[in-house]
């Protein structure tokens, strides 16, 4: 397979125009099917790199020889993040592609430092990592990264690895191999970030760190969504446990009294007071031996508060703190919402099918 | 022969309002001569229960609980939803959320307004009970105003002034509007002064809360106002009658609901008036008054025996007098009627406190003898179904298991 043409109208916000020029120049060998490498050393990897090179040696038609011979500097020497050739192998068959991405260091706090950011080209990728052209600053090996690639319609889907080398190559542009791993790719694995319950505390959280996901939500490689919204403990956030209770004194100990509507002389009173030895008896017409249904009906009558004695109120709904024992109205309830992240991430294998 | 009988109410009601009108402005006069300008008394405070019981009222509840709310210091406010399939009950409770003292009972059922108001009183503390109709919308200091009256032990119960909030909307409304001044605002004043009031009205009545303990609170309506009243004259309270202390109520657009309410009011009239509370008339019972009486006599003479005897009388004249006379004499009735009418507006414009609504409903005045026809029409149509079928007691006003369970007057 061809690697992926590079559209001569695409323009990459913030990439060097010289790159692009680079990029966009015709290959002379163009490949006829897609190159498949074992990468099995470090040497293999950097010939095949060097092969994708030569499609960009033709200067393009309107850049200056002498400023593209000013352009290039002299190739660096590589430098290796691991001390043994193993160490730095990125495992399974490369891809090869041209696709522009960006590349984000991430800093020891883990979070991404948007103002260091560099374009790049994705020129290959395998199941493990991917390797990235740029021509801008060199990143030292060991240094995680969160990439960018742009895909369809300039959407852009991300992933994180770490550094395992970078180096000059002949054409004095940068090349980095990316292994994918490290505290972020964990991030951009999953689809969608659920938040989790802490059963001691009784309060929601989310399993990273929140300046992190913030950080990443500023790229645009996850978005904040809304998954329910629960009442919470306007002290401490915690759940609370419901019941109807007094509105004075918050009590839940609260007995209902049972009314009768006694419907010939519209009279309404408590069941005591029709109680007598002999039956229901209404107090206001003297009817005895009344008889649900034809002769009265029951209603619920007021709320008594056993504790603090007041009656005649409607109930009210009072939650219960599982952490702090803060019993408050469900009124002053604080409403949370529960936000997950989905990840807006990189499907390697989606890639390599189109490499 | 035919004028002074077709003008018995519209003359009877300018002569006595007008003897009323020419004492008190002789009285003010002298007053303001010798005192001065009198300021109004509020050093009585009981304290007071609010009821505010209505049906299907969520639009219109908060509006009634806000024009109520801590406009008197020692209130206690319960509204009562009678089984609204609208959302009153959450209005109420949402309202009473942010508003100490306030008390939503609801239930389930329906089970009529008299055991709707019934429902508090096992729970009010409070020495007056208050009723308000959730439609209603309460002047500024009416509770104050309503409740003074109850320093003198005699007075068991006290009317508010009943006036319509939407008198504007069309001629069903406007004439309903200068009828409320008329009968409700000029004609209480008259009936208190007399000792003859019988009935506080259910948009705004004052009750004494002992003796209403004692009554087991209201029966079963339609008319249950009327019915309560009676009972407190009968128990030989006064009732008071404060035209201050005013309510704005919403009255029927049409008149066709007007038709409806106003036949509710003609069964109540017969059902307490003329078969429960019979025996007001009898001199032999224990608690005969002469007041209560002469109440009960003009009612039954105005209300029932010249609507018949009217009808019996336009028979004899189409029958009896050629129709030159007839024509001649209704002209003339109609002339000296609106002039009644004319003398009623500026009585009603001397105690008013709304002057100009009270000047441009007297615009009205040439329309009034129509007006009252059709009432008086209304009148014959309500009691004579009353009296014959018991109407009443099969009107949906009271829920099905409600009234047959009731005692058919």
Same mark, same amino acid.
């Given at each position: 397979m061809h690697p992926t043409p590079f559209p001569a109208d695409l323009t990459i916000i913030g990439a060097d125009p010289q790159l692009l020029r680079e990029l966009r120049a015709p290959e002379t060998p163009a490949p006829t099917t897609r190159r498949r490498h074992q990468s099995s050393s470090v040497e293999h990897s950097t010939a095949e790199c060097s092969k994708f090179e030569t499609t960009t040696d033709s200067p393009p038609t309107d850049q200056p020889a002498h400023s593209q011979s000013t352009a290039i500097p002299s190739p660096a020497p590589i430098r290796m993040a691991f001390e043994t050739p193993e160490q730095n192998l990125r495992h399974g068959v490369r891809y090869e592609l041209t696709l522009p991405a960006i590349c984000y260091p991430v800093s020891v706090s883990n979070e991404v430092d948007r103002s260091a950011s560099i374009t790049a080209i994705v020129a290959n990728v395998s199941s493990s990592g991917l390797m990235l052209v740029t021509d801008a600053a060199q990143p030292y090996p060991g240094l995680d990264l969160v990439v960018g690639v742009e895909r369809n319609q300039g959407q852009f889907e991300f992933c994180a690895g770490t550094v395992l080398a970078s180096k000059r190559n002949s054409r004095g542009l940068i090349e980095i191999h990316l292994q994918f791993g490290g505290y972020m790719n964990e991030l951009l694995l999953s689809e969608m970030i659920f938040p989790v319950l802490d059963r001691t505390r009784m309060q929601f959280g989310l399993p990273f760190s929140e300046r992190t996901l913030a950080s990443l939500c500023k790229l645009g490689a996850m978005a904040a969504e809304t998954l329910d919204v629960v009442v919470v403990c306007p002290h401490c956030q915690a759940l609370p446990t419901l019941r109807d209770g !007094?509105?004075? !004194?918050?009590?839940?100990n609260v007995t209902t009294s049972k009314m009768i509507h006694h419907f010939a002389c519209a009279n309404v009173d408590f069941l005591e007071k029709f109680e007598t030895p002999a039956g229901l008896c209404c107090q206001k017409c003297r009817t005895r031996n009344l008889i649900i249904g034809s002769d009265y009906e029951y209603l619920e009558g007021p709320q008594t508060c056993q504790d603090c004695g007041k009656s005649h109120l409607e109930t009210i709904q009072i939650g219960h703190c599982l952490n702090c024992e803060h019993r408050f109205p469900l009124a002053t309830a604080k409403r949370m919402e529960i936000v997950g992240y989905r990840v807006n991430r990189l499907d390697t294998l989606a890639l390599i099918d189109s490499a | 022969m035919l004028i002074p009988f077709l003008l018995l109410d519209g003359l009877r009601y300018t002569a006595v309002n007008g003897t009323m009108c020419l004492f008190d402005m002789l009285r003010d006069s002298w007053r303001w001569l010798t005192v001065g300008p009198v300021e109004e008394d509020w050093s009585y405070c009981p304290s007071v229960a609010v009821m505010i019981v209505g049906l299907n009222e969520g639009d219109t509840i908060k509006h009634a609980l806000a024009s109520v $709310? *801590?406009? $008197?210091?020692?209130m206690e406010l319960f509204v009562v939803d *009678?089984?609204?399939? *609208?959302d009153m009950a959450a209005q109420a409770n949402a309202f009473a959320q942010d508003h100490p003292g306030v008390t939503v009972l609801s239930r389930k059922l329906r089970g009529g307004k008299s055991s709707a108001m019934n429902m508090p009183l096992p729970m009010i503390t409070s020495e007056i009970v208050v009723v308000i109709d959730s439609d209603s919308h309460l002047a500024e200091g009416a509770i104050w105003r309503l409740v003074q009256p109850f320093k003198d032990p005699a007075i068991g119960a006290v009317s508010g002034c009943v006036s319509a909030r939407n008198p504007y909307v069309n001629l069903c409304t406007f004439m309903q509007a200068l009828e409320y001044r008329r009968s409700i605002f000029i004609g209480r004043i008259l009936c208190s002064r007399l000792g003859i009031l019988g009935i506080v009205s259910g948009a705004l009545g004052a009750f004494r809360k002992s003796t209403l303990d004692k009554f087991g609170g209201w029966d079963v309506g339609p008319g249950e106002d009327g019915d309560l009243t009676l009972k407190f004259r009968k128990a030989g309270y006064k009732i008071g009658f404060v035209p201050e202390a005013s309510c704005l109520t919403n009255v029927p657009t049409t008149f066709q609901a007007l038709t409806k309410q106003r036949r509710r009011w003609e069964w109540a009239a017969i059902t307490f008036e003329c078969r429960k509370h019979v025996d007001v008339g009898n001199p032999f019972v224990k608690h005969f008054r002469w007041n209560n009486f002469f109440m009960m006599f003009e009612r039954w003479l105005f209300s029932v025996f010249c609507v018949y005897f009217s009808v019996v009388y336009v028979a004899y004249m189409l029958i009896a007098i050629d129709s030159r006379t007839i024509l001649f004499s209704l002209f003339s009735f109609y002339l000296l009627y609106v002039a009644c009418d004319f003398v009623q507006s500026i009585i009603v414009l001397y105690y008013s406190s709304v002057k100009r609504q009270d000047c441009l409903l007297a615009l009205a005045a040439p329309l009034v003898p129509f007006y009252y026809a059709y009432q008086k029409c209304v009148t014959l149509y309500a009691i004579t179904e009353e009296i014959f079928t018991r109407r009443s007691f099969r009107d949906n006003f009271v829920p099905e298991r409600v009234r047959n369970a009731t005692w058919h007057w």
């Open positions: !007094c509105s004075l !004194c918050l009590s839940s | $709310y *801590d406009t $008197y210091p020692r *009678d089984g609204s399939s *609208d």
